[in-house]
């Protein structure tokens, strides 16, 4: 017994990430017509709960309501902050081009090399952590006029590229091509 104690918490302190998975988020438009279509349905089973008048059905409809409810607010809430911080990526971009001109200093390309090979990354693509580890992460993003990353995301340096790396899925969220070139 002890030592199945021993190997459960070791393997909680060794797999943090298996041991609490962190929610998900909307990430399309799909996601969040799925929360409409569940509150939808929930509703239909709190009215049919009060039809049948079981108040302890209809306390645990109404329970599942609210959290359908909740879900679709935190979706549709992700899905605009998404769309935003597309926006304003796009923004971000041209102003980047007019200002990289006038500071070409920032992004001379020194001997930056990484022990693996140069790979052509792309938005929505999952890469291994040994490509966004801590010796690639960019630590002063906003010195590169580059806008900040929203949650566990973090800006990584690929050859000459810029890489925006959620650090929890391995998703990548954004590139920059030839930002230092």
Request: hydrophobic share 35%; proline share 4%.
């Amino acid at each position: 017994m002890r030592s199945l104690v021993t190997a459960v918490l070791l393997a909680g302190t060794v797999l943090p990430g298996l041991a609490a998975s962190a929610p998900a988020t909307a990430q399309s438009r799909e996601d969040v017509w799925r929360d409409r279509q569940d509150i939808r349905r929930e509703q239909r089973q709190l009215d049919r709960a009060r039809e049948r008048g079981d108040w302890r059905d209809v306390r645990e409809q109404r329970r599942d309501l609210r959290e359908a409810r909740r879900d679709f607010r935190e979706d549709r809430r992700a899905l605009r902050d998404r769309r935003q911080w597309q926006r304003d990526r796009r923004e971000w971009r041209d102003d980047m081009q007019r200002w990289r001109a006038g500071h070409r200093d920032l992004y001379a390309r020194g001997g930056w090399r990484a022990p693996f090979r140069y790979q052509s990354f792309r938005v929505g693509g999952r890469i291994a952590p040994a490509y966004y580890g801590p010796r690639y992460v960019i630590a002063d993003p906003w010195r590169y006029r580059l806008p900040g990353a929203p949650g566990a995301a973090r800006w990584v340096r690929h050859y000459d590229d810029a890489l925006l790396v959620d650090t929890r899925r391995g998703v990548v969220l954004d590139v920059v091509r030839r930002f230092y070139g």
